[in-house]
């Protein structure tokens, strides 16, 4: 059930521009919960959200013109190009008081355009050391958290496996992204086929959807796993709304990416009790703690990926050791709370208000 606005307390508007799922909106979708949960007034604008999120509509939009409660101005949080370009326009077009910040995740050198927005916001967060690298202004860093309540290892792994119909007597590894050349579903493919071979009580699994213009990508793939003759072993599995209960299923996970901005899947795989083994891209090395949680590969070469991966499903104790450790590392060092804590820090600092005012466990 969707709880009204209360336009007095509302203090931030997250937006989300982009109607397909991805690593932004699966942010925002567990941020904003538990934000509310503490005390923060946040609602959302665009669209790609669940239901049950308060959502801004075009007409509530003309309410903020008029200060919440307090007097002071409101926050816009973009994530992306465009959602600074529209509290731009909001800000100095239709003169909205509104304090902007833009959270980056990219790890590259700034647009012209891109680099003209930024540096018209109040604050900017930088998700990981690395992307902050690239920023030409001040930044705070911020690292995404994880909910890991949701996120938790299962009571019974085989049962797990039964639960999203698969083989409860088999070690199961995963790749869970959109299906494309950037997230590397081709490396793991080829990884798989060759670490596979000679592992018989292993399946793998491929969990995402590809686009329109990623579908040729898919189709050469799923043909290249058939003439291998892995057509049972290396499974497509589609995309899920209830992700958490397939990093649960699963024995071993692999990160293949050829580029990140982020990268959440290691801290959704870690919190469940599964060992990562990553490419060195996004924030993967500042999540993944080596030869503890998991692995950083050395290079994006298929046989590299498939040879480390081959190690570790031999090792039984080094996954159990690492399963634990995972766990471990999630709850003690990426906790979600801390990311809204620190995210209402920023808050407080652009807008003017105290941190209690902005972050208030005891808020109707």
């Keep these: 059930m969707v709880q009204p606005i209360n336009f007095d307390e509302l203090i931030v508007i997250a937006p989300n521009f982009k109607k397909r799922l991805s690593g932004v909106t699966s942010t925002i979708v567990q941020l904003i919960p538990l934000q509310r949960r503490t005390g923060l007034g946040i609602a959302t604008a665009g669209a790609g959200l669940p239901a049950d999120l308060p959502k801004l509509s075009i007409s509530s939009l003309l309410r903020l013109y008029r200060l919440p409660r307090d007097g002071k101005p409101r926050v816009w949080h973009a994530r992306r190009n465009t959602e600074m370009l529209g509290g731009l326009f909001l800000r100095h077009i239709l003169r909205m008081p509104l304090k902007l910040v833009f959270t980056s995740a990219s790890q590259r050198k700034h647009t012209i355009y891109t680099k003209w927005l930024i540096n018209r916001m109040d604050a900017v967060i930088a998700t990981s050391q690395k992307t902050a690298d690239y920023l030409q202004v001040p930044s705070s860093v911020i690292m995404h958290g994880i909910d890991t309540d949701r996120f938790c290892p299962p009571a019974n792994k085989a049962a797990a496996k039964q639960a999203v119909q698969l083989p409860k007597n088999k070690k199961i590894v995963g790749c869970f992204g959109r299906v494309r050349a950037q997230k590397g579903t081709d490396l793991f493919v080829n990884a798989m086929i060759l670490a596979l071979k000679t592992r018989p009580d292993w399946i793998a699994i491929i969990a995402g959807r590809a686009t329109e213009a990623h579908q040729q990508f898919q189709d050469d793939l799923k043909r290249h796993i058939s003439d291998a003759d892995m057509g049972e072993r290396v499974l497509f599995v589609g995309e899920h709304t209830d992700i958490e209960r397939w990093y649960q299923a699963l024995d071993l996970f692999l990160a293949p990416q050829r580029w990140e901005g982020f990268g ?63 766990r471990h590392h999630m709850i003690k060092d990426f906790p979600i709370i801390r990311e809204v804590q620190q995210l209402a820090q920023v808050y407080a600092q652009v807008s003017g208000r105290s941190i209690n005012d902005v972050f208030h466990e005891n808020r109707p």
């Design 264 to 326: 959440l899947t290691p801290l959704e795989a870690m919190a469940c009790g599964v060992p990562v083994i990553a490419t060195d891209v996004g924030a993967f090395a500042e999540l993944i703690e080596e030869d503890r949680t998991g692995h950083i590969l050395p290079d994006l070469e298929a046989a590299t990926m498939a040879d480390i991966s081959g190690r570790l499903m031999d090792d039984r104790e080094a996954r159990s050791s690492m399963s634990k450790a995972s």
